[in-house]
């Protein structure tokens, strides 16, 4: 399957689409993102999985937690992508309960040391 394919894919799930809005201020770890979206952790993790295979979110290891952000645009398309996500989505009301969770989370200092 192509890129472009899992990027379209990973935009047309509810989960992922928040977790991608999650992370566009800056990396959290998972224990966070399951706090802020309320969802089980294997089923944050397994969208994390998607969103890494598809390029959309890289992570990053520290101690016992892994820290996740969205990755670099690669191409023009992806960049868009990202563009959409920023200016697109504020309107969805789970995307507004989501940013205020996660900015109280984020002024908190989160559950995962940096």
Known sequence: ?????LMFRAFSDRTRLRILHVLLEDELCVGDIVTILNV???KVSR??????RAGLVAARRNGLWNHYRLASAGSP??????E??????????EVAKDRAKESKIRRSGGCCPK
Do not use: I, T
């Not at 969208?47 to 890494?52: G, I, M, P, Q």
């Not at 398309?77 to 990202?82: A, P, T």
């Not at 959409?84 to 009301?93: G, I």
């Open 1 to 5: 399957m192509s890129k472009v394919n």
């Open 84 to 93: 959409c996500l920023r200016r697109c989505f504020d309107a969805v009301p």
């Open 40 to 42: 089980p952790q294997p």
């Open 77 to 82: 398309f992806h960049g868009q992508l990202l």
């Open 47 to 52: 969208h994390l999985a998607y969103l890494r």
